[in-house]
Every structure is written in C-alpha cells, then in structure tokens.
C-alpha cells in the first residue's frame, strides 16, 4: 500500500507529458525569450494600426519633401480637415484595416495668422528651406466645408456651413485659438522616413502582420495537405504509399523557390497568392516525416488493439496515430515557420510577392537597399534586421520544441 500511494505521488509531481515538455521548453532560456519575441510581435501585427503612428489604410501617408530623414526627424504639421464627411470605420474596422485620416497633414517651415487666414510656408528640406507660401481660411482648416464661398467676415466672425449642412458662426479668435491647440503640432519620426516619406515605423509594423500571416497561414496549409498524405502513405502502404512517395519525390526534386516563383505566376501576384503559394511548397517535409512516424509505429500494439475493438481505419488514424506522431510535426512547423518569412521576403524582394502599397519587409528592403551605400543604410537595415531576428526566434523555438518532445531528455 505504500508501495503504491508513492508512486501516485510520484506520478502526479511528475504531470502530464505537455506539462512536462513545457517545464523543459522552459529552462531552454534561448527558447523561451523567442517565444516572448515572438509573442509580442504577434500582439503588434495584431494591433498594428492602433499602434503605429500612421494608422491610414497601409501606413501610407505620403510626404516626399520628408524622403529618407533620419531617425527622430521632427517637423511640425499642419492638420487642415477633407471637405467630406467623417470616416466611420469602427474599432475592429480599423485594427483590421486602418483608417483614413480626415485630415490632410502639410508640413511647414513657419507659419503665421494673417486676418481670417492662416499663411505657411511649405517645408522643402532644403537649406535655406525657401518654400512656397499657401494661405488657408481659418475655417476650411478647422472645418469640413460645404462651399468655401459660404465664408463671410462679418464683427469678426465667419459664417459658413459644413458639408452636412449645418451652420456655423465663429469668432476669429476661437478659430485661431482651436487651430494652435488641435491643427498644428510636432511630428517626431522616430525611425525616420522611408524613400516616399512614410513613417519607416509604421512600415515595419504592418510589415510584421505580412510576414506572420505569411508563415501562419502557409504553415496551415502545408500542415494540411502534408498530415493527410503522409497518413495515407504510412497506414496503408502498398499502391496508395507507392503512389504519394512518387508525388513527393516528384516535388522534392523542384527547388522550393522556382516552385513557389512558377506557382505565384499561376495565381498572379498578391497578397493571398503568396500563402498559397508558400503552402503548396511546404507540404512535402511534413509529409515526409509524418509517413515515417507512422510506419514505425503502426505495427503497434494499441494500433492493433484498436482494429481488433472494430474501429475504423480513420478513426484509427487520427484519433491514436496521429496524437504520437504530432512532436516531430510541431518541430518541423517552427523551421516551415521561419523558412516561409525567409521565402516571402525574397519573392518581395524580386517584386512577385506582396504587392505595393501593401508593406513588406522584403519589398522594403527592395525599396531602399541603394540607400546602404548612401547616407542613410537604416532604410534597409532596420527590415533586413527584422527579419533575421524573426527567423532566428522561429528557429531557437524549433529547437527547444525538439529538446523539450524528446522522451530521452525525460530524466534530465
């Protein structure tokens, strides 16, 4: 009885086999702080446009007066509002797809109030900055308006109505007053700006949601279509085995990137072409190791023990198979993972991959990579970076998923 109340004991300080790889993943301490990267990366991909300081569809407000400055490049700005009605893109909306500013942002060297005017100089960049002066109705800065004609001074106010038409009368001061505090404000870019004068941090956070979605959804894919043959072969052997080896002898013999180019030119250029693409090619190693799982274990005695209960070949499969075979799979995902980041980069980079405006690490770097021998190389290596620190996190998981699912690393 003592015997046996000890190794219950035993047994429940020791878990189950998922707690017990997580207790292993977790003195892995490489491993771990890939996962918290990778982690916060997947919370900025997700939030991305709620985060990133230019939250437009894309992160693409363009100034090209701003090309290429330098990391924590200020400016000041003026917000004049669209002559249209209000964007009323909602809290998932924009998380999901940003959200149109109602605001043309100018930026400016100097400014000054002239009468019911505001009078800018445009900022150039240049030194002197010798920009072109504009000058805009106080109103039309603060205001959606209906018909600019509208605007009459009249005991120092103006009269005018907005393009829901409703009327306004507002004194001169309050305008000036609400322009200083609401329309005019210090830009800080604080990676700089991209060759189009783009916030370059806004760029590399929505380009993280490409990569991720990328690598998530290619890894699905092959997932998918890898588990399913590699099952088939290994349980059924015979002509079914014969038949999906060739198929994967077939494609193994194609370099993964000619594969990934020909079947991109297939579906066209895109954004949902690309994780087709990269998941059509992925398949064939999780395929391979699933089949050879299988065949080592399918002559086993629970395997047996479930033909002679009556199940069903599928069931059989799936429901005791595939659960022991899943630790190698797990592992092979993490380097998929990393390798399709690597892959849709490159495709970026040759222009077939995510195409513009959408942002992309690859297409960044495409961008800007003359820039490495100019005078601002943080163009392309702020993506390049980003990149690398990616894929290597991917790979330090893959790793730690191994050491932590091998069963001889148990008693360590």
Do not use: C
Request: proline letters at 4%; zero cysteines; hydrophobic letters at 50%.
């Amino acid at each position: 009885m003592k015997s046996f109340f000890y190794r219950k004991k035993n047994y429940e300080s020791v878990g189950s086999l998922s707690s017990l790889a997580w207790k292993r993943f977790r003195k892995d301490k490489l491993a771990l702080g890939s996962l918290m990267f990778v982690v916060t990366a997947t919370l900025i991909a997700i939030f991305g446009y709620l985060i990133s300081p230019d939250s437009t569809p894309f992160a693409n407000n363009q100034h090209v007066e701003m090309a290429a400055k330098k990391p924590g490049f200020s400016v000041t700005m003026l917000r004049i509002r669209k002559n249209q009605a209000d964007d009323q893109t909602g809290f998932f909306g924009k998380m999901l797809f940003g959200k149109k500013s109602n605001y043309t942002e100018i930026p400016v060297y100097s400014w000054h109030f002239n009468g019911d005017e505001i009078v800018v100089e445009e900022y150039t960049g240049d030194t002197p900055n010798d920009g072109a002066l504009k000058n805009f109705n106080l109103a039309d800065v603060v205001y959606p308006l209906k018909d600019i004609k509208a605007i009459t001074e009249k005991d120092n106010k103006l009269a005018f109505a907005d393009v829901s038409g409703k009327s306004y009368e507002v004194p001169i001061n309050d305008l000036k007053e609400k322009i200083q505090k609401e329309n005019i404000s210090q830009k800080t870019f604080l990676l700089g700006t991209d060759r189009y004068g783009r916030d370059l941090m806004s760029q590399l956070i929505i380009g993280t949601r490409v990569s991720l979605s990328v690598g998530l959804i290619s890894v699905i894919i092959s997932l998918l279509i890898g588990i399913l043959l590699g099952a088939l072969a290994g349980f059924f052997r015979g002509w079914i085995d014969n038949l999906i080896v060739w198929f994967i002898n077939v494609v193994w013999s194609i370099p993964t990137l000619l594969l990934v180019i020909a079947i991109t030119f297939a579906l066209g250029k895109g954004f949902w072409q690309v994780f087709i693409a990269i998941g059509l090619t992925m398949w064939v190693d999780v395929a391979r190791i699933v089949r050879g799982q299988i065949l080592s274990i399918r002559e086993k005695e629970f395997v047996e023990a479930g033909r002679a209960l009556g199940y069903k070949n599928f069931r059989i499969i799936f429901r005791h198979i595939l659960p022991n075979v899943m630790g190698p799979v797990i592992v092979i995902s993490a380097a998929n993972f990393a390798s399709a980041i690597l892959i849709e980069a490159g495709l970026s980079f040759l222009g077939i991959g995510v195409q513009p405006p959408m942002p992309s690490w690859g297409t960044m770097i495409k961008e800007h990579y003359s820039y490495i021998i100019l005078d601002s190389p943080h163009l392309a290596i702020l993506p390049g970076l980003a990149i690398m620190l990616m894929v290597l996190a991917f790979m330090l998981i893959g790793n730690g998923l191994r050491d932590a699912l091998d069963v001889r690393s148990v008693n360590r």
